[in-house]
Nanobody, 119 residues
Framework: QVQLVESGGGLVQPGGSLRLSCAASGSIFSINAMGWYRQAPGKQRELVAAITSGGSTNYADSVKGRFTISRDNAKNTVYLQMNSLKPEDTAVYYC?????????????WGQGTQVTVSS
């Protein structure tokens, strides 16, 4: 059983910063890619950023230059540093982790953490 637990969400003013963390625990031998998604009310869940086990990253165009994803493989943890936050960044943020599962892989999700950007 693998669990992902996010933390670091909250209320922040426009232009502010937050750092999200997501720690994976349980029966883990290795983790492939890890990522952050978000879902705003009435919208579909969308990719925010992802990072491979080797450290390669990709970002949604809307967050490039403002958000930075990183990971600590020793701690099975992925981070999302969010700077210059905008009201449109308001959403529930979910992390995920892709783990080997036999001959394939299995994607695990956290429970989500709310980020609200408002004055």
């Amino acid at each position: 059983q693998v669990q992902l637990v996010e933390s670091g969400g909250g209320l922040v003013q426009p232009g502010g910063s937050l750092r999200l963390s997501c720690a994976a625990s349980g029966s883990i031998f290795s983790i492939n890619a890890m990522g952050w998604y978000r879902q705003a009310p009435g919208k579909q869940r969308e990719l925010v950023a992802a990072i491979t086990s080797g450290g390669s990253t990709n970002y949604a165009d809307s967050v490039k230059g403002r958000f930075t994803i990183s990971r600590d493989n020793a701690k099975n943890t992925v981070y999302l540093q969010m700077n210059s936050l905008k009201p449109e960044d308001t959403a529930v943020y979910y992390c995920n982790a892709d783990l080997p599962f036999g001959a394939t892989t299995l994607l695990h999700w956290g429970q989500g953490t709310q980020v609200t950007v408002s004055s």
